[in-house]
């Protein structure tokens, strides 16, 4: 699908991942609408976009209230700008580490569970679900009718998580699962689906990790020996989005790294 003229939704669009993808779509002729909790972040790249390709709206993915406003508000853009959603990026993400036993023998609160959850699985699919009455409707785009295109973003955790890593890999693990089933309820409107699970990438999230994580991570590494790029991430999207072959699929993006179980 073309990215030129169309408007992209990305949440987590102020930071790392989802703000190296919105910079690859603007750069090729695409418009953004940023959607994050991070209202510091999504103004200041709206002022290195331009405000004319860029809108940041102020949404908690955990909350059906906030997503609906933020389509409402996406929407009536898209009816100013004339450029029709081309697709949604769902890269807000958190990771709140928690043994499911702690070293005193008590069991994990089941609220930090919900949280992961509620943002990284519930989240994504409600962006989802309340943008599709709209993109089901979308002009087709010539040869193949194609419509849009809907990017989640899993995890190697999905595949190995690590100790502490319950919550996080039960939620990427959820996104990878569900990408197949949702490839089939849409293909029917012209919709693909393409979930990317990264490891170790260099963003906001692994920024606050230490030295020592960041060292033996390293050491586990195949090749090559570093934290993957945003740039490198944003690339992936912009193939999925523009190669109509890619559907239904889980793309591992991690230089042949496997997360080790100890440190
Ligand atoms: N960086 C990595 O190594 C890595 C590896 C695998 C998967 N991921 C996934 O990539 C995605 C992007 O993460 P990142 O690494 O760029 O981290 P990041 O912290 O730099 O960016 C995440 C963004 O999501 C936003 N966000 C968090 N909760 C939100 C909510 N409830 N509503 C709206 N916005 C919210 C944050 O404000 C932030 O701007 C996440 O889903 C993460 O799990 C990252």
Do not use: C
């Amino acid at each position: 699908m073309k990215i030129e003229g169309r408007t992209f939704v990305v949440s987590g669009g102020a930071s790392g991942l989802g703000r190296a993808t919105i910079r690859n779509l603007i750069e090729a002729g695409g418009y953004a609408s940023i959607l994050d909790m991070n209202e510091e972040g999504g103004q200041a790249l709206v002022k290195e976009i331009g405000s004319h390709r860029s809108k940041f709206f102020q949404v908690d993915v955990s909350d059906t209230e906030s997503i609906a406003q933020a389509v409402k508000d996406t929407l009536a853009w898209v009816k100013e700008t004339g450029k029709e959603i081309g697709g949604i990026v769902a890269a807000a993400g958190v990771s709140t580490p928690a043994k499911i036993i702690d070293r005193h023998g008590d069991p994990f609160d089941l609220k930090g569970f919900d949280f992961v959850m509620n943002i990284n699985v519930r989240g994504s699919i409600d962006l989802v679900r309340q943008f599709l009455p709209h993109m089901i409707k979308v002009e087709p785009e010539a040869p193949d009718g194609e419509r849009g295109v809907i990017i989640l973003v899993s995890s190697s955790a999905a595949f190995d998580g690590q100790p502490g890593q319950v919550s996080y890999s039960a939620s990427k693990g959820a996104l990878a699962s569900l990408t197949l089933p949702l490839t089939r309820d849409l293909a029917r409107y012209g919709i693909r689906v393409v979930t990317i699970a990264p490891s170790l990438f260099d963003s906001g999230m692994t920024a606050l990790m230490s030295d020592k994580v960041r060292a033996s991570l390293t050491r586990v590494m195949e090749f090559p020996l570093r934290p993957g790029k945003p740039e490198e991430f944003a690339r992936v999207v912009r193939e999925g989005v523009e190669n109509s072959m890619l559907n239904g699929t889980v793309i591992r993006l991690d230089g042949g790294m496997r997360m080790p179980s100890k440190m």
